[in-house]
C-alpha cells in the first residue's frame, strides 16, 4: 500500500450512544428508582450520567465529599432539597448544582411530591457505587449510614463529618 492510499482509507467512527425512554440500566435504591443512562462504557469514562425519581420524604446519603470527581445535578420536576455544608437551597426544576470535588454535600426530596433529576459524574468513577448499594439491598444488608459510608469510601469519598 502506498502512503497515499492509506491516507483515503476510512477511519473508525466512534459509536454514538442512544438511550431511548424506558432504557438504561434500573438501579432500585429504597424509594428512589435511578436509570443509569451513560456508565461511562462510551465515554472512555470521562462522563457518567443518570436520571434518578426520588419518592417523596425520600432522604439523601449521609453528607459526604468526593475528592476526585464532579457531581452535577439538574431538576427536571419537584423539588430537591441540597445541603452544602450548613446551608440549604431547595432545588426546584430548572435548577443546576455543580458540587466540584472536596465540597460536603447531600440531597433529599423533603416534600409530599415525587422529584426526577439528571446526575452527571465526571469521571464516571461514581456509577459503580450505586450498583454497589444496590447489590447491598438485594443481599439483605441495611442500607445504614454505616453502610452507605462504608461503600462511598471504595470511591475517592468520605464523610463530610465536620456538619451535621
Known sequence: MTDES???EPTATPAVSVVGPGEG????LG???????EDGSNTGHRLGFAESVLAP?????P?????????GFYIISGTVRFTV????????????????????HTFANMTDYSAVMLSTFTPDLYVQYFRDLQDMITSGQALTSQA????MSHYATEPATDFT
Open 6 to 8: 492509506k491516507a483515503s
Open 25 to 28: 440500566e434500573t438501579i432500585i
Open 148 to 151: 452507605n459510608i462504608q461503600a
Open 85 to 104: 455544608g450548613d446551608n440549604d437551597y431547595d432545588a426546584t426544576a430548572g435548577t443546576l448544582v455543580m458540587v466540584p470535588p472536596g465540597v460536603p
Open 63 to 71: 453528607q459526604h465529599r468526593h475528592a476526585q470527581h464532579d457531581e
Open 57 to 61: 420524604h425520600t432522604p439523601g446519603p
Open 31 to 37: 424509594t428512589t428508582l435511578m436509570r443509569v443512562l
